[in-house]
């Protein structure tokens, strides 16, 4: 799925495996996709594993990025205005009614 547009599907029959009786299915996707639904059979399915799942690296979006910058600039400018209104104040020939 991609939100809630379904991208395929694929029905397994589970036909025998040596190692795992139930069968085995290699599935692997080169479309984006946020969300995987397993559905059994309940009855003939009593029990299943998943192994060697792998997800690409995320990729931080343009805006989440961009309001991260903005946020370290805020910072960084409260800061510039805090350390030069502090040499102001402690320069000996100013007092707090010159900046006001």
Do not use: W, Y
Not at 43 to 54: K, M, P, Q, W, Y
Not at 65 to 74: E, N
Not at 82 to 100: E, P, Q, Y
């Amino acid at each position: 799925f991609s939100g809630t547009t379904l991208l395929g599907s694929l029905t397994f029959p589970g036909t025998a495996d040596p190692v795992f009786t139930g069968g085995f299915a290699g599935i692997q996707s080169t479309t984006s996709f946020n969300r995987l639904e397993l559905t059994f059979n309940s009855s003939a399915a009593t029990a299943f594993a998943i192994d060697n799942l792998t997800f690409a690296n995320a990729v931080p979006e343009p805006s989440s990025f961009l309001l991260a910058v903005l946020g370290l600039g805020a910072v960084a400018v409260m800061l510039c205005a805090r350390i030069h209104a502090s040499a102001f104040l402690h320069d000996g020939s100013n007092t707090k009614d010159d900046i006001d």
